[in-house]
């Protein structure tokens, strides 16, 4: 039977849904923490030591979550992930997909460098720069968004609509992450656009109870019909240009009825989502998943 492992510490819904999913086409799902993994650079042990997987390592790696920590922690668990793709072992989304939209600084980066519909940004460290920055753009009529670089499903996010705001005005752990503010219109809504293999499956629409629309902060979820071809076609010429094998994009539209991309998920949830759509998420993901995970796996104990 083949073996997976689902990286987590919160199996939950998501963890169920992948398990039976998983055992529907034969293959046994294990859920594990980076936080019990290590590399072992010994030459009489597998090179990666996986809770569960100490014999052989398993057919592929589904990651559902990494967890905080410190700085070095967190380099070290997308260590573990970088490694185990070195062995040949399928990741999903990899440890670059994950680094690259875990920063929300990069991730519009490397939006606008391929010429992707995203709301200007500017990320910094200096306070009166970021200070600056936020002053003109409130002077030329823009209300602003600061975010934590590290996403948080809408918390702490902030919102200054005037230079009275500005009292307020703070960093988040050293870092200005500042983002123009889009109007979407009357009523606050955004998109959730879910892209698997470079298509899109499914798509909502969040309508927030506030200015934020994430299911976490109480928005209600509206099926959206994927013949809005500009909105399939933003969010999956988003993730070919973050190169990942499955995203969630939140993308908002302006008065004018532009698309933007704001930021792009590579760990996304979809409970609120498989609420809305009759397509089965986890299905999609799993066969997608094992398309990568049914090639050859090394199981040399040696180093690659
Ligand atoms: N520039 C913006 N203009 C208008 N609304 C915004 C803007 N940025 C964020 N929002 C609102 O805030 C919500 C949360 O923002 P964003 O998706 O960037 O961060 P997050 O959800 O906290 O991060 P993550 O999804 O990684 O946990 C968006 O879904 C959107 O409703
Ligand atoms: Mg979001």
């Known amino acids: 039977m083949g073996r997976i492992a689902v990286i987590t510490d919160d199996p939950g819904w998501h963890g169920k849904r992948l398990r039976e999913t998983f055992a529907g086409r034969g293959f046994e799902a294990r859920f594990l923490s980076l936080t019990a993994c290590q590399l072992n650079l010994h030459e009489d042990e597998l090179p990666v030591l996986l809770p569960g997987f100490e014999e052989r390592l398993p057919d592929g790696v589904f990651v559902r979550g990494v967890p905080g920590g410190t700085l070095e922690q967190v380099v070290l668990y997308l260590g573990i992930l970088h490694a185990l793709k ?85 960093d988040d752990d050293g870092v200005f992450y500042l983002q123009r503010y889009i109007h979407s219109g009357d009523s606050a809504h955004d998109f959730r656009v879910f892209v698997i293999a470079g298509k899109t499956v499914a798509a909502m629409k ?13 928005a209600h979820c509206e099926p959206v019909h994927l013949e809005d071809l500009r909105l399939c076609r933003l969010a999956e010429d988003a993730v070919r240009a973050l190169d990942m094998n499955y995203a969630g994009v939140d993308i908002i539209r302006d008065e004018h009825g532009r698309y933007s991309v704001l930021e792009i998920n590579s760990i996304p949830a979809w409970k609120g989502l498989q609420g809305v759509t009759e397509i089965d998420i986890a299905e999609r993901l799993v066969e997608d998943f094992l398309s990568h995970a049914t090639l050859s796996v090394p199981q040399s104990l040696r180093v690659q």
């Not at 309508?207 to 976490?216: A, D, F, R």
């Open 86 to 170: 070195l062995l040949g072992v399928p990741v999903y989304n990899d440890g670059h997909a994950i680094e690259r939209t875990v920063d929300k600084g990069m991730t519009s980066y490397l939006l606008k460098r391929a010429g992707i519909a995203t709301p200007p940004a500017w990320v910094l460290t200096d306070a009166e720069r970021a200070r600056s920055i936020a002053e003109r753009e409130l002077r030329q009529g823009h209300s602003v968004v600061s975010k934590p670089l590290f996403g948080s499903q809408g918390a702490g996010l902030r919102r200054y609509d005037s230079l009275k705001d500005l009292a307020g005005f703070s």
């Open 206 to 218: 969040r309508c927030g109870v506030t200015w934020l629309n994430n299911v976490h902060q109480g």
